[in-house]
């Protein structure tokens, strides 16, 4: 196996002599496995090796696998890092799942020991194999994902390296258990309270034993090969950017020549824009299919015309297509989509104002404990489905609106609500409101009608969930 990996890392090319590499090793197989590879890889090329070990603050036991990792390190003169986490807290007080908020931490851990031992200098090397490589497809085609995400994870993505993404999970327990190597396991690792872990133990696990023997050989396969597809189309989507796009520095803002646009295949459409987004807000992991409809859809509309968009951007039909900048850099009025839009259906997502607004409608005839998981979210609501007799939409504030501030039916108008409330004035108008007719539903960022909440009684919920502003963090 290790032949398999040595050649796998000289393919992408991933430490060469005189590296310097940071191996974030848990104490689970995988990252033992990572840790005898790069003890072995020693002893044919030079580098210099360290080993960070990341306590997460989530399980009692978490001490005695930074023990575990030290002593290991000890044993092969490997200097060691513990760091020390509490990610239960970081996840609440960021409004993130533990999951996430522990990859983020574990990320900054390695930067932060890099920047401090090797001026930023090192690579990263981390134990994710196939296995973990068909979860994340998996995952993110549920999720809906575009192209790239169902490329899944990358041999090499910037200074970080993942040297057993060649092989399987069996194959590294195999390994060990051949060499009589011990590792830690993480008792989380069998519950199914996050996503992935209920695809690993259900999902993936049944494709291989009821649908087709090698499921997680073949789906990293396809992602091979739609990384292959990712790369042609960026160079196809480059392409378009120099023939369709002007830019300007001074503010920074970008024209899209509407005839060139209208010229390029419904793809290349949106790949643009999403590339266009990128060279305005690099960090742009707000903007969404949604948002780029809605600027294909600006195409179609007359000139002056203008969206709302994540990060303070805008878009404006102008007589030679589409111009994106910032509100600062337009040189007009702050302007803004007046125009409503209606969530239709039973499930689906919306552009408005820059943000976006995903909804899901949901039988809960069955649920007894509804009452006690209605979310505290404050970007995430639930409403009586029932309740509602007309078409829902979001839209900015109007004349006549009002808002049931009390069970037994009392009203109060918005903008006496939004007095009482202390919104400041310039803030009034540019807040979102979810909508049935006049009545308001949820005023966002801030309460939901009492005449829409759900009760024991509730039989279908419409859960409205919105993201892309500063209220989703």
Request: with cysteine.
């Amino acid at each position: 196996m290790l032949h398999k990996i040595m050649a796998f890392m000289a393919e992408f090319h991933m430490i060469g002599p005189e590296d310097r590499v940071i191996a974030g090793v848990s104490g689970g197989a995988d990252s033992v496995c990572l840790f005898y590879l790069l003890l072995a890889l020693k002893e044919q090329i030079p580098f210099d090796f360290s080993v960070v070990h990341v306590d997460h603050g989530i399980r009692r036991d978490a001490g005695e696998d930074a023990a575990y990792v030290r002593r290991l390190c000890q044993e092969h003169d490997v200097a060691f890092t513990l760091i020390e986490e509490d990610v239960p807290a970081y996840a609440a007080a960021h409004r993130l799942g533990e999951e996430e908020a522990g990859r983020y931490l574990r990320y900054q851990a390695f930067a932060q020991v890099n920047a401090r031992v090797y001026d930023g200098g090192a690579k990263i090397a981390v134990a994710h194999n196939k296995n973990d490589r068909a979860e994340t497809v998996l995952f993110q085609l549920f999720r809906g994902s575009g192209l790239h995400g169902m490329c899944g994870i990358k041999p090499v993505q910037g200074n970080v390296i993942r040297p057993l993404l060649c092989v399987t999970r069996e194959e590294i327990e195999a390994y060990l258990a051949e060499r009589g190597i011990l590792y830690r396991t993480d008792s989380t690792n069998a519950e199914d309270g996050h996503a992935r872990n209920r695809i690993r133990h259900h999902i993936l696990s049944y494709a291989e034993q009821e649908v087709c023997q090698g499921s997680t050989e073949h789906i990293s396969r396809t992602a091979d090969m739609l990384t292959q597809a990712a790369a042609y189309l960026d160079a196809q989507t480059e392409e378009a950017y120099q023939m369709c796009v002007t830019e300007e520095a001074r503010p920074a803002c970008v024209t899209i020549s509407a005839d060139a646009f209208a010229r390029l295949h419904p793809y290349l459409q949106g790949s643009l824009l999403h590339r266009c987004f990128g060279k305005l807000a690099p960090a742009a992991k707000d903007v969404t299919s949604a948002h780029v409809k809605s600027v294909c859809a600006l195409f179609e509309k007359q000139v002056g015309r203008v969206l709302t968009l994540p990060y303070g951007m805008t878009a404006e039909r102008t007589y030679q297509g589409v111009l994106l900048g910032y509100k600062t850099g337009l040189g007009k009025k702050e302007a803004c989509e007046d125009t409503p839009v209606f969530l239709e259906g039973e499930s689906g997502e919306v552009c408005f104002g820059g943000r976006i607004f995903r909804f899901r409608v949901f039988s809960c005839e069955k649920n007894t404990d509804i009452l006690q998981t209605i979310p505290k979210n404050i970007c995430k609501k639930w409403f009586d489905y029932d309740r509602i007799k007309k078409p829902i939409a979001v839209r900015y504030r109007k004349t006549g609106d009002e808002l049931a501030i009390n069970a037994a039916g009392g009203t109060k108008s918005l903008k006496k609500y939004m007095i009482d409330e202390k919104i400041p004035s310039k803030e009034r108008h540019r807040i979102p409101l979810v909508v049935e007719e006049d009545h308001v539903l949820w005023v966002t960022g801030y309460r939901i009608s009492e005449a829409y909440k759900v009760t024991a009684d509730t039989k279908r919920i419409i859960e409205i969930y919105m993201s892309g502003g500063k209220e989703d963090g």
